[in-house]
């Protein structure tokens, strides 16, 4: 398959092979299915760690446990961008910018880091 189409030809052929396997498993799996498959009386409440169920299905939660997954995820991306600095820093080319750069961005986040300490987000009560 040479030239402008082949490659066209090739990925119609490919598109065809998926939906081909796709089909084919779907079918598969129709034919090989019990016809009637046994349900249990229990089989289709929900599954709470072997607990039986107890009361609605509608439940509340702690918007710090959000806060704290917020600022878990804010201080490992700025480890993500310190150690690839940390790697390049002693390179020819960067000097005293890359070091202002890093102590900008370094403190934003400790002034966030900061506001969420005054503001007792970071205590467990």
Do not use: C, H
Request: hydrophobic share 60%; net charge neutral.
């Amino acid at each position: 398959m040479e030239g402008y189409l082949g490659s066209y030809a090739m990925l119609g052929l490919v598109l065809a092979a998926g939906v081909l396997l796709f089909v084919a498993a779907f079918g598969a799996n129709r034919l090989l299915r019990p016809a009637r498959p046994a349900e249990p009386a229990g089989k289709r409440i929900p599954y709470e760690s072997g607990i039986d169920p107890v009361g609605g299905d509608w439940a509340q939660a702690q918007i710090r446990y959000y806060v704290y997954a917020y600022l878990y995820v804010l201080f490992a991306v700025e480890a993500v961008f310190l150690f690839p600095w940390a790697v390049i820093f002693d390179l020819p080319g960067f000097g005293g910018a890359a070091i202002a750069e890093m102590a900008v961005f370094v403190a934003v986040l400790a002034l966030g880091i900061l506001y969420a300490w005054r503001k007792k987000i970071l205590t467990w009560t």
